[in-house]
Every structure is written in structure tokens, then in C-alpha cells.
């Protein structure tokens, strides 16, 4: 277990940045391993590696912005979503329908001023970008802006992996040793849990939801589910951490658990190395603000070796980061590796990194002129994400406990175990646009939903050039395979959703009707909305953030499998890939809980083969 680091004072923050200030003096000098991107996948394992006594390099493209108010406090996640300071602007496309994608409503365009406009009517003039799709560009990474939602993935998620590649080791039942080993839990659990890892996990009060409300509202949920409205209190104390039996198939509300401090400080990677780097007890050397561009490879043995990186250092030389400055060409340099180089900049970066270093589909890099190094077929291809539609209404009058929200699991008739995770509260967010999130006023209610194992996993990331610093085309192409059964999930969770809610009673005082704004339109229980037109409002308006699998992990005789069961890129020795990329579907709800797991195993992984322990 990786020891308790202390709270890094302001002198130590200080003393920290000085290291990163020193930044240029990586040019040319070797490590044991080399870290690109510092966020859920790299971020611990670089601090973990650096803890067992190895020399790191940790390359982070983005700034310290861990006392951001936007990032440090983490109801401010909205903000730091649009805060210049901490997110890259990546666009995306959702399919090759061109009618479709011009119906998504959230759609932006690049206005004359150069300025953002969000809608179907744009001004003249204004030059199409596509569908938002914000990552952060910061130490920590995407674990820096996300809202926190921590979930250990379906049992189910992790033994496919073990079935796949006949590695037995990616069982449900050992994965969750990495949980345990990360975590510090400050909530009270019928399972086992870790209380002296470096991430807090919190879980919310189950007195919190206090509003007469919510309380009304989390009894139908109950009901809904097969419990009885008395039960609901102690439903929200279930822990969606734990490993109850059978609980792939658990559902009905639960409760909600954070990657925060009992403080409401997030709780992130970033924090982790921050904290290691700024003992200074560890040989953890982390260089911000330097983008890496290409992995170096010794081509003079049988199989090409990775032996170092090379990269470009200056203030957001990435294109997707807002402040960038085209003008500015960065200072370039290489670093070395004695053991191994190992690519942690998520589902878009990775494989980026990965093409431009000659690993990917042959044709693609022919067409770039980049040297092939191996012809891998799957890097950027079948890129999987979970969708994310909703149910938002107005009640009557304004919700009591506005902040007041839970978490509930639904199984559809199509899922093979629970397949949709929601949220439910008195907010409104229905996807992301520059400006986001829209609210309706205090009337409103929401119930997003996150469709968990959808069937559709046919996204492409490729290169738009041979230059590092531009973003690659990303298709997400939605609902391209399978897209009856994932439609028909969402629209059975919606469903759920919309059958308790027409049940508060309409009295004068009550919430109720619920006037449905989408997707359906009108009072609940009196909509002329039929299945497919709801289908069809999904389908064009659902939206995502939880993209995976662009550089994944699959069984030997695999094609499209870029990497092995113990992460290492296929035709090439010391280059592994350790991030949301590496999954072979999206991991549950939400990556991010799973891919700090995902680290965990990584390291013990790479120890073991040097006859070393994780401890």
C-alpha cells in the first residue's frame, strides 16, 4: 500500500512548481520509464512506480491546476467543463448521416467573430464543428472536471475481459484487490474496503436527500423497483462499491459514491502526483506544459523496442487547448528509457500518439508518410462510449432540495444484467456544448441516464495530419450496429423514470403534473408520444463521455486487439498503453473509477516482472 503522503502546504506547492519550472532539463536524460499523460490510467502509476523506488518521467501536455477553485472544489465540475484553464475543445462527429447530425441540437458552429454559436439556425458564415466533446488538458486529467461519479463496473465488465484473453487475473473477484488497494473510504460498508489508499471516496449522506421532495420522489423509486416506500431510506445506504451477491443485477436506488474528501474537495490522480512529486522522497520527475509527439523506437534488433519519446515543451501547444497559440513552436526534445515507455493520454491521445509513431492501420499511416512501425489494424478503431439521454420535466413549482440528488439502477428487458445507471435531482443537463449546462428554473427535474454495455462500438479516430499538435477526426458513429436493442434500453429506462414520476399525486401544493419537456412534450401520462418518436428523439439527441476501447486489449488471435492482457502494444517490446483506451467496451458507467484500477494492475504487472512487489 502506497504510504500516506501529507497535505501539500503552500510551501510545498511552491516547491513543486519549481520542479515543473525545471522542465527543460529532461531534454536528453534516461529513466527507468517514461509516462505520457498524467491522468486516471498514467497519473498513479507513474506515482506508484516512483513510490517502489524506480526513476519516472511523467509528461503532462497541460499545467498545474490542482487549486483551481473550478477543479479543487467539486461542485464546481460544470465550471471547470468550460474553464479555459483545464479543458481541451475536441469535436465530434456522432454517425455519417449528415441529416442526423444537422438535427442534434446542441450542435456548435465557428462563428466570423470566432466565437462559438450553439443551435440548428447558425449566422451566415459560420463554419460547421460538430458535436462538443471537452476533455481536460491538465495534471490529472479528465479526472479534474468529471463530476466525481465513482462506480466499480458490473462483475460482469471485468469477467469478460478474463474470458477474452484467458487471463484469469482480470477476474471481478481480483480486480477487486485494486479497488481496495486505491481506496480510502470515509462511508460506512458491509463490504470490505481500503481506508489508507490515496483516493477519498465518499458516499453521499443518507440524510441528505432531507426535502420532502426528494424523499416522496426516492419512495416511488423504490416502488417502482419491487420495494416498498419505507424501504428507500435504507436503499440509499447500498453501497455500488460493494460485492454483495448477484449484484450485477441489483437495482432500484442506491448509494451514490464520490471521488471526494468528506470536505468536498475532489480527490484525484492529480492530487496523488502532485503530493508524491512534492515529498521529494521519490524519484517521480514530472514535466508539465510538454506534449509528446512521438515515441522512438531501436529498430536494429528482431522486434522494434521503445526506448524514448520525443516531445515539445511550451504553454498549450495542443490545438484542442483553447489559449493556443499556432504561432508558438514549442522547444523540442527527446527523453530516454532504460525499461519502458508506456502511453496514458486517453481515448483520443493514445491512439494519436500511437499512429504517429508508426503503430496503427497501414494505409492510414501510408497516407501521412509516417514510417510504419507495425501494421495494427484496431488502433483509434472500434472506439466504444456509452450513451447518455434523459428524461427532464417541470414540476408545478419549484423543487424543494434543489441539490438533493440519487442514484438508481435499472435492468431492461434487452440487458443481460443491469443495463441502465441514471441519476435523478432537480437539475437539467441533456450533453455538452461550449456554456453548458441550460437550466429551466427551479421547476425542473432530471433523470439522465447512462445506457451501460451498449452493443454499438464502431467509432474511428484517425489522423487529420501528420502534425502532433492537431486533434485526429473522431466518428463516435452512433447506434451503427446493434442500434435497435441500445434504443430500446433507453427507452425502457426513460420509461421506468416516466412511470413513478406519474404517480405524485396532483394536489395543490404538489409537484405534480410534471409538464415533460424531452423527450417526450407535455403533461405526463397525457403525451401523444409514441415509442418510435421517442426512439428517434434518443437517436439524434443523445450525447456521451466515456469513450474507451481505441487502443484495446483482446485475445491473441484478435486483429483488432492492439494490446495483450498485460497491456503491451503487439509487434513491439517495452511500449504498454494504460488508460480508458485499453478497455474492450466501455467499463460500466463511468471509466474513470475502473481505469484508476486499471493503473493499480498495471503496476503490480510491471513489478512482478521484475520480481517486485506492490505493496
Avoid at 439521454?389 to 434543489?402: N, Y
Avoid at 441533456?430 to 429551466?440: A, D, L, N, V
Avoid at 433507453?490 to 421506468?496: D, H
Wanted: with cysteine; aromatic share 10%.
Amino acid at each position: 500500500m502506497a504510504p500516506l503522503l501529507p497535505f501539500v502546504s503552500g510551501l510545498l506547492v511552491s516547491s513543486l512548481f519549481a520542479l515543473s519550472k525545471a522542465a527543460a532539463s529532461i531534454d536528453n536524460k534516461t529513466y527507468e520509464y517514461i509516462v505520457v499523460g498524467s491522468g486516471p490510467g498514467g497519473g498513479p502509476l507513474a506515482a506508484n512506480l516512483a513510490i517502489a523506488g524506480h526513476s519516472v518521467l511523467l509528461i503532462e501536455a497541460g499545467d498545474d491546476q490542482t487549486e483551481n477553485v473550478n477543479v479543487s472544489q467539486w461542485v464546481n465540475f460544470n465550471s471547470a467543463g468550460n474553464d479555459p484553464a483545464t479543458r481541451w475543445d475536441f469535436f465530434v462527429k456522432h454517425s455519417d448521416d449528415e441529416a442526423r447530425e444537422a438535427r442534434y441540437k446542441k450542435r456548435t458552429w465557428r462563428q466570423t467573430d470566432g466565437g462559438f454559436y450553439v443551435g440548428l439556425d447558425p449566422p451566415a458564415g459560420a463554419k460547421p464543428l460538430g458535436i462538443y466533446y471537452p476533455r481536460a488538458g491538465t495534471l490529472g486529467g479528465c479526472a479534474m472536471h468529471n463530476g466525481c461519479l465513482t462506480m466499480n463496473p458490473n462483475d460482469l465488465d471485468w469477467n469478460d475481459i478474463a474470458e477474452t484473453t484467458g487471463d484469469d487475473t482480470w477476474s471481478a473477484e481480483n480486480m477487486r484487490k485494486y479497488l481496495i488497494k486505491l481506496e480510502k473510504v470515509h462511508y460506512n460498508s458491509t463490504s470490505t474496503h481500503g481506508h489508507d489508499g490515496w483516493l477519498d471516496m465518499t458516499m453521499l449522506d443518507p440524510g441528505y436527500t432531507t426535502s420532502a421532495d426528494s424523499k416522496q420522489l426516492e419512495q416511488l423509486a423504490a416502488q417502482a423497483a419491487g420495494f416498498t416506500a419505507a424501504d428507500a431510506s435504507s436503499l440509499l445506504t447500498r453501497d455500488m462499491n460493494g460485492n454483495q451477491p448477484n449484484r450485477d443485477n441489483l437495482i432500484g436506488p442506491f448509494g451514490g459514491v464520490s471521488h471526494i474528501n468528506p470536505n468536498g474537495r475532489r480527490s484525484s490522480p492529480g492530487y496523488y502526483v502532485r503530493d508524491t512529486v512534492a515529498t521529494g522522497k521519490y524519484p517521480l520527475t514530472l514535466s508539465l506544459d510538454t506534449l509528446a509527439t512521438k515515441v522512438i523506437f531501436d529498430k536494429t534488433g528482431k522486434t522494434p523496442k521503445a526506448v524514448g519519446v520525443e516531445f515539445l515543451q511550451g504553454k498549450s501547444l495542443y490545438s484542442a487547448d483553447p489559449r493556443h497559440n499556432a504561432s508558438n513552436p514549442g522547444v523540442a526534445g527527446k527523453a530516454f528509457a532504460s525499461r519502458e515507455v508506456i502511453i496514458s493520454g486517453g481515448a483520443f491521445n493514445s491512439p494519436q500518439l500511437l499512429l504517429l509513431s508508426g503503430i496503427g492501420p497501414k494505409t492510414q499511416l501510408q497516407k501521412f508518410n509516417i514510417s510504419v512501425v507495425v501494421d495494427s489494424p484496431g488502433v483509434g478503431q472500434q472506439v466504444a462510449d456509452n450513451y447518455e439521454a434523459g428524461i427532464i420535466s417541470l414540476g408545478k413549482r419549484a423543487v424543494t432540495g434543489q441539490s438533493e440528488i440519487f442514484p438508481a439502477f435499472w435492468k431492461t428487458s434487452v440487458g443481460k444484467i443491469r443495463d441502465i445507471y441514471m441519476w435523478c435531482g432537480s437539475f437539467s443537463f441533456e450533453g455538452f456544448w461550449p456554456g453548458f449546462p441550460h437550466s429551466y428554473g427551479a421547476n425542473q427535474y432530471e433523470c439522465a441516464t447512462v445506457h451501460m454495455n451498449p452493443r454499438s462500438q464502431a467509432g474511428t479516430i484517425e489522423l487529420a495530419s501528420a502534425n502532433p499538435r492537431d486533434t485526429p477526426f473522431i466518428n463516435l458513429n452512433f447506434f451503427k450496429d446493434g442500434s435497435d436493442k441500445d434504443l430500446q434500453a433507453i427507452y425502457e429506462g426513460i420509461s421506468w423514470v416516466r412511470s413513478w414520476l406519474s404517480k405524485v399525486a396532483d394536489t395543490p401544493d404538489s409537484l405534480a403534473p410534471f409538464n415533460e419537456l424531452h423527450p417526450c412534450e407535455g403533461v405526463i401520462g397525457k403525451q401523444n408520444c409514441t415509442a418510435e418518436t421517442q426512439k428517434t428523439y434518443v437517436k439524434e439527441q443523445a450525447y456521451s463521455h466515456h469513450a474507451s476501447s481505441s487502443a484495446r486489449i483482446g485475445a491473441d488471435d484478435d486483429k483488432f486487439a492492439v494490446l495483450d492482457s498485460k497491456f503491451r502494444v503487439r509487434g513491439v517490446t517495452g511500449l504498454r498503453v494504460v488508460d480508458a483506451s485499453s478497455f474492450p467496451k466501455v467499463p460500466g458507467g463511468f471509466p474513470v473509477l475502473p481505469t484508476m484500477m486499471l493503473s493499480e494492475k498495471a503496476t503490480e504487472t510491471l513489478l512482478e516482472e521484475l520480481g517486485e512487489k506492490f505493496i
